[in-house]
């Protein structure tokens, strides 16, 4: 016997839908999709995000949520995905639009919460490092950012003892 079908209305953004009869038990069938019941249930996420950035003279912090290495994380419709996002790249798209593709928002204070992505510098790409730029954000490649990480001895390997035919990297 097939299950009978409701037609249904999403309160998000008006959108016809059909639904199982089952799924109208409890809170259910309110909304069309995944990204409808989040747009719904949270304010925008320009606005929870700027809630949570403590700004001191040098780096504005992150104080939400972190991952594991220290990256702040929030989740929301960043560019029509619905996901967790790490903060400092929300703060780059909020300030300066889209990531392109192939690129990622790399730090210059190597603070991981920071989410510093303002500039008033004139004509600055935020493609590579100025020293009159006040963004800490900037945007590189994967291969920049391991570059990066091994100039300034970050990582995982960067206080291990050099082993017999292996150059110290210090």
Not at 35 to 40: E, G, I, L, Y
Not at 51 to 58: C, D, G, L, S, Y
Not at 115 to 139: N, T
Request: proline residues 6%.
């Amino acid at each position: 016997m097939a299950t009978k079908r409701i037609p249904r209305t999403c309160e998000c953004c008006g959108k016809g839908f059909d639904l199982p009869q089952w799924k109208l038990k409890g809170n259910r069938g309110k909304y069309c999709s995944r990204a409808c019941k989040d747009a719904s249930n949270y304010p925008p996420i320009e606005e929870r995000f700027w809630a949570k950035v403590n700004r001191t003279e040098t780096c504005w912090l992150w104080s939400g949520a972190t991952d594991t290495c220290g990256y702040g994380v929030i989740d929301g419709n960043l560019d029509g995905k619905s996901k967790k996002h790490t903060t400092h790249k929300v703060s780059y798209v909020l300030a300066f639009g889209p990531v392109p593709a192939g690129l990622h928002v790399l730090h210059r204070c190597d603070t991981p919460n920071c989410v510093r992505a303002k500039c008033g510098v004139p004509g600055c790409e935020h493609l590579r490092e100025s020293e009159d730029c006040e963004s800490h954000l900037f945007l590189g490649t994967h291969a920049d950012n391991m570059k990066d990480m091994s100039e300034k001895k970050r990582g995982r390997n960067q206080y291990m003892k050099p082993r017999r035919g292996i150059p110290a990297l210090f």
